[in-house]
């Protein structure tokens, strides 16, 4: 029976959700798959880090961010000067990756987790800037390395993507794919469904957390596309980046277009999608009316959808229904399950 | 390389499907999964059989089915007395069965199953009787002979349904599904819709080929409730029989009443489902009403959905758009090649 020692990079409500979740797991993990977790290092943006090979005390440590204090108290080893040597030092044997998203560079996630490959850790990340920016390098070192490069919550948080094409699909074609990959302007178009004004919809997602950090990062299509790019990079072996992407976001709709849709009994939907267009391919994120018909008129809220256009299953479609930071946390559980029993 | 020797018990257009997908993926199969096959033996219930160890002239075997011949002429080998002579004279590394579902009994579709694994080979079948009423004592058998028991397209056709549960969502507690599992049912309902009777539904049902061998197996919710059956007894480990559950069929459903949902904005569906309710494990079949909110609501003609909840991903949902016999057949072919890599 092994014991894992885990360190995180980025801490906030997904690095948080995924330590309550290992702790409420632990027996199964154990009884079914054969392995414990061990905490041993939390580097923080805001918060600062702690290192300690033997465990942190992880009540007190949530507690501890909870009233907003520093993480130093718990650090028990040698001087750490930043990231990268919080990195190396840990000597962990998996890195969780959850750093602030950069859609342009990828970066800093992407050098945490050549880092963490480098010095012989798996290294898993909720993060889709790697994925786009550095999937084939990272993929590439964790082969050499003998380890595992995973992101299952990049897209569509812990719904089965990226797995089920490891796994469950082989020997299939895939030739696109159409969806509903953000969630927050799918909310916001749904408010404005309530008669709600665009600037009234975005102050409630604001407050309800459901934006990025930077809300045009929903608004204005990036999140949408960064996650075209991820989905078309790995799964259909195109390294589209973002500015090859045909983006618009919802800035342009309007209350009356909302209307207009809604009395023709259509929606309005930020909808994504990726696929040879007279031998081009085409990567997309623009708004458009959906039908009834369309399995995205019934994706409501926060929830996502995504379906493939394959060459023995025309319509397989993959929905993520209420998503939340337990969600996202579960696909990052899920990663460290299949790299420890290799799949 | 290995190259597996098959045989088909049941070959109509599933197994014709399977046969003529395996011939084009083969390139692949042998690339990237390390394996070739070889067709020594098809049983069929109207075109008798025919063995051949070093491999049957598939081509001139499907032209010759299509002219409605015998398939004795293909036959190489000593004499075989009956389906079950048939598998245990045939040697094969791996069986397909596709024999005609049946409800009550799950036979000789279960039987054949064991034979072929009393006889050393894996059983792959899109027949969801055997998976209902003879899973745990073919699973048991088939870990004893070091081989699989498989059944992916027994529910969704070719849509990883079981895969799912058996990789990509490792450590899940399940507790409990809603869906739309028969396509025969949700076909009508959408006729209805389009004014036609439920006699002209069910004519024009049978005159493209969708229902079931018997139509009251759709139309009174057999087939619903053996799916729900089966996705009890394996994914969640519940072995639900048919008799267990609350069945009722589409009979009842008037013009008069799709009318009224229509001008509601909502649909009839037959939803299937399976939870705890009260302490108590209920599946269910019933004609429901769905809103336009609900995934549901737009899964249109012989599609079908089905959304899991779970205690980390609140609303995983599987699409599965347009089926076809190819459909199914991909099912079995993914069956086959996560035999092989032991998945």
Not at 42 to 55: C, E, K, V
Request: some cysteine.
């Amino acid at each position: 029976m092994s014991t894992l020692s885990l360190i995180f990079v980025g801490f906030g409500n997904v690095g948080q959700a995924l330590a309550r979740l290992l702790e409420r797991k632990q027996t199964l993990l154990d009884e079914e798959y054969g392995f414990k977790t061990r905490i041993v290092g939390i580097a923080t943006g805001r918060h600062g880090m702690a290192l300690n090979p033997n465990g942190l005390p992880m009540e007190e440590v949530l507690a501890s961010l909870k009233s907003g204090e520093s993480l130093a108290r718990f650090h028990n080893g040698p001087a750490v000067s930043d990231t990268f040597d919080f990195i190396r030092q840990s000597k962990a044997d998996v890195m969780f990756e959850n750093s602030p998203v950069n859609h342009q560079t990828g970066q800093p996630a992407a050098d945490h987790l050549r880092t963490a490959l480098e010095s012989g850790m798996h290294a898993i990340t909720a993060n889709k800037g790697p994925v786009v920016h550095a999937f084939n390098e990272l993929t590439a070192l964790a082969k050499i390395q003998g380890k595992r490069f995973m992101f299952e919550s990049a897209v569509m948080d812990g719904a089965p993507i990226f797995s089920l094409f490891r796994g469950p699909l082989p020997a299939i074609e895939l030739k696109g794919f159409t969806g509903i990959l953000n969630s927050c302007t799918n909310l916001l178009l749904g408010l404005m469904e309530e008669e709600k004004t665009f600037d009234e919809a975005v102050s409630y997602a604001q407050s309800i957390g459901i934006t990025e950090t930077n809300p045009s990062a929903d608004i204005d299509g990036w999140d949408a596309t960064i996650k075209v790019c991820a989905l078309s990079t790995v799964i259909m072996g195109i390294p589209l980046k973002p500015d090859q992407v045909e983006r618009e976001g919802i800035r342009g709709i309007t209350p009356k277009m909302i209307q207009e849709a809604r009395a023709a009994g259509e929606r309005w939907k930020l909808v994504c999608s990726a696929r040879y267009e007279n031998k081009k391919f085409v990567g997309r994120v623009k708004p458009q009316r959906v039908r009834p018909t369309s399995p995205m008129f019934s994706v409501n809220g926060t929830s996502s959808f995504v379906q493939f256009e394959t060459d023995v299953l025309p319509g397989l479609g993959i929905l993520e229904g209420d998503p939340s930071p337990d969600t996202t946390a579960y696909g990052l559980l899920a990663d460290l399950v299949n790299t420890v029993r290799g799949q």
